[in-house]
């Protein structure tokens, strides 16, 4: 179980994304949304060095923490019990080890998540893993393949979590 203390003013997102061009995009895509941002590597959730980008967004602080693969994601959020110290955990869904849905579904079954925590956030417009996804309490969004439109979606899904996070804080997720 994690044993970090939450920070109320700091929101905390993991994102997950097998491919190197996505990661750069979603740091560009940080880089651009921040007012402030900086990069660095933590260890504090594996001992495989992870970037963790920082930043604030209206007067939000935010650490992002990025993943490599779905082994090393299903190892942080659920083998180490981390799933509760991050506010809202963005997946890719085709990664090496487990899926995102799988960890999604997983998350679920052992009651480590709230409704609208988990997004899938894949290039598969499958409509079946659609509703797999949404049967999991998860949300679903597709990788634009439009550069502009890449950034547009990651600022979305990083902007709109300060709201939700207050509410879900409360309890009125």
Excluded: W
């Excluded at 990661?23 to 001992?47: G, H, M, N, V």
């Excluded at 990025?66 to 994601?73: F, K, P």
């Excluded at 942080?76 to 799988?102: R, T, V």
């Excluded at 990651?154 to 309890?171: D, Q």
């Amino acid at each position: 179980m994690d044993t970090t203390p939450r920070t109320s003013d700091l929101v905390n997102i993991f994102m997950a994304d097998d491919c190197p061009g996505n990661r750069t995009l979603i740091k560009c895509a940080l880089e651009d949304l921040f007012d402030e941002f900086t990069a660095s590597k933590t260890t504090l959730y594996s001992q495989k060095p992870l970037v963790n980008y920082q930043g604030t967004l209206e007067g939000h602080k935010y650490s992002v923490v990025v993943a490599e693969d779905g082994r090393l994601s299903y190892d942080i959020l659920i083998n180490q019990g981390h799933a509760s110290f991050f506010d809202l955990n963005i997946l890719d869904n085709d990664m090496p080890g487990y899926s995102g849905l799988e960890i999604i579904t997983t998350l679920k079954e052992r009651k480590l998540d709230f409704p609208g925590k988990n997004i899938l956030f894949t290039s598969n417009d499958c409509p079946l893993l659609k509703a797999k996804l949404l049967a999991s309490g998860g949300a679903y969004y597709t990788k634009p393949t439009d550069l502009a439109d890449f950034n547009d979606v990651v600022h979305f899904l990083v902007g709109i979590t300060p709201h939700y996070v207050a509410k879900s804080r409360e309890g009125n997720c």
